[in-house]
């Protein structure tokens, strides 16, 4: 079945670039994405990247996507504390339907 | 920037009471959704709705659930007699367009804590 997976968890220290990565199953996946939870908030949408690119940068943030590993990052430039919070990774299938990861916890060093 | 609102940002409740869960989904937009994280998992879809109907739903959304459009704007998500592993937030989305479209926009979540 459809699956997203990534690591539970990441240090980084404050000022350095922080790379989350993500494999998924689905093959036709539409649109990827990253939100950002922090502690006892909603899903912030913070970027997102249709199949058919390779690469988008929006200020600080490069999502990088392999669409023949199915392979996704979310590299974060110069991390700051207010960065610290939980990142999923998710799909959209074909059915409409966003399959999300676990989440990495960013964690960020003084 | 147009947003999807939810409320109540937290209910507690007791067992076997009926809860609803309210949502104003951005206006412009067709399509919405329930989701849910029960605390330390994984984001889980329960049920995706347009054109007033379910369009899907997922092996959790069983008869204790139900979503209606009871008027233009609000989105509401009843669950008929809570159990203790209802306890999760629960996030409404809503997007412009389904397959050909681009986003969904999630709201910030309802905790619901049953005890």
């Known amino acids: 079945g459809e699956d997203v997976e990534q690591s539970l968890f990441l240090s980084v220290r404050e000022g350095d670039s922080s790379v989350i990565n993500c494999t998924y199953t689905d093959s036709s996946s539409t649109y990827l994405y990253w939100y950002k939870q922090e502690p006892g908030a909603g899903l912030q949408l913070l970027t997102y990247?249709?199949?058919?690119?390779d690469m988008k940068q929006d200020q600080r943030l490069t999502v990088l996507l392999n669409k023949k590993d199915k392979h996704l990052s979310l590299r974060i430039a110069d991390t700051q504390t207010g960065d610290s919070a939980i990142y999923f990774c998710a799909e959209r299938n074909r059915d409409d339907k966003i399959i999300f990861g676990k989440g990495t916890r960013l964690h960020i060093l003084p | 920037e147009p947003e999807v609102t939810q409320t109540p940002s937290h209910q507690v409740t007791q067992m076997g009471q009926e809860v609803i869960l309210r949502c104003v989904p951005i206006s412009n937009h067709l399509y919405f959704y329930w989701y849910r994280q029960i605390l330390g998992q994984k984001v889980e879809f329960l049920v995706s709705f347009y054109n007033n109907e379910i369009s899907e739903k997922s092996e959790i959304f069983d008869d204790q659930f139900s979503v209606e459009r009871p008027d233009g704007s609000n989105f509401t998500l009843k669950i008929r007699s809570t159990k203790l592993e209802d306890s999760a937030m629960y996030f409404c989305?809503?997007?412009?367009?389904?397959?050909?479209?681009?986003?969904?926009?999630f709201g910030e979540g309802s905790w619901l804590t049953v005890v």
């Open positions: 989305a809503s997007s412009a367009q389904g397959t050909a479209g681009n986003t969904i926009y």
């Open positions: 990247i249709f199949s058919n690119m």
